[in-house]
């Protein structure tokens, strides 16, 4: 499969302690975004990556995310002292730059639970 | 601001009937409009995109700039177009980020 990855699919975890969550994209592809999805709602900007440099991240992403894209590759987003409105599935998506309306593929996700 | 707006959270239809979803948009600049579909327990994916003009699974949209619409249509829904729907705005000046709407779940009855 030559798609998006994400690992790992699902993780439950008790409130306050940390997860880091993994993006891998499609191989070629230098832009990589993360989006979060709660229930009922669509699909959230939180980041994104022109290879290895992050270049924006929203305001919903609060100063107990951090998200990395080393050697402009893989991607990791991490969530320190989870709390119970971090539940949600977190996408990646990647991109191939270009001029006109790039298509951004998505992962399959992982879907978050903050017991 | 940006925004994207799916009015109908569901939308049920029989086999055979057309299919209209609704997507309304509100941007200052030139718009890049997608529509992304999502069938159950698949990944979400791109169905159309409005610089393409193309037809696919039989589904058509249009941008229509004076009315800030990009509504999804298809003339004769068929069961296995049930999924939940997605319109979403590209910021090409902001990264190629995407707004999306809150999605229409869309249900095909035989």
């Known amino acids: 499969d030559t798609g998006v990855s994400q690992n790992p699919r699902h993780k439950i975890t008790k409130r306050g302690q940390n997860v880091t969550f993994r993006c891998d994209p499609i191989?070629?592809?230098?832009?990589l975004y993360w989006y979060r999805q709660t229930l009922g709602q669509g699909p959230e900007f939180l980041t994104y990556?022109?290879?290895?440099?992050?270049?924006?991240k929203s305001r919903l992403l609060s100063d107990r995310f951090s998200a990395e894209r080393p050697k402009g590759s893989f991607s990791t987003l991490e969530i320190q002292r989870t709390e119970q409105g971090d539940s949600a599935m977190y996408l990646c998506?990647?991109?191939?730059?270009?001029?006109?309306?790039?298509?951004?593929?998505f992962g399959p996700g992982t879907r978050l639970l903050v017991l | 601001a940006q925004r994207v707006t799916q009015p109908e959270k569901l939308l049920s239809v029989f086999k055979g009937a057309p299919v209209e979803l609704k997507c309304n948009y509100s941007?200052?600049?030139?718009?890049?409009l997608f529509w992304y579909v999502q069938y159950s327990r698949q990944r979400l994916q791109l169905l159309l995109r409005?610089?393409s003009r193309e037809s696919i699974k039989g589904f058509t949209a249009d941008l229509n700039k004076g009315e800030t619409s990009f509504h999804l249509k298809k003339p004769f829904a068929q069961e296995e177009d049930s999924a939940m729907y997605y319109c979403?705005?590209?910021?090409?000046?902001?990264?190629?980020?995407?707004?999306f709407g809150q999605g229409t779940e869309l249900s095909v009855k035989p």
């Open positions: 998506a990647s991109s191939l730059d270009s001029t006109s309306a790039e298509t951004q593929y």
């Open positions: 409005h610089i």
């Open positions: 979403a705005l590209r910021l090409r000046n902001q990264g190629g980020k995407l707004i």
């Open positions: 990556f022109q290879n290895e440099a992050q270049l924006e």
């Open positions: 941007y200052s600049g030139s718009p890049e």
């Open positions: 191989s070629e592809h230098n832009r």
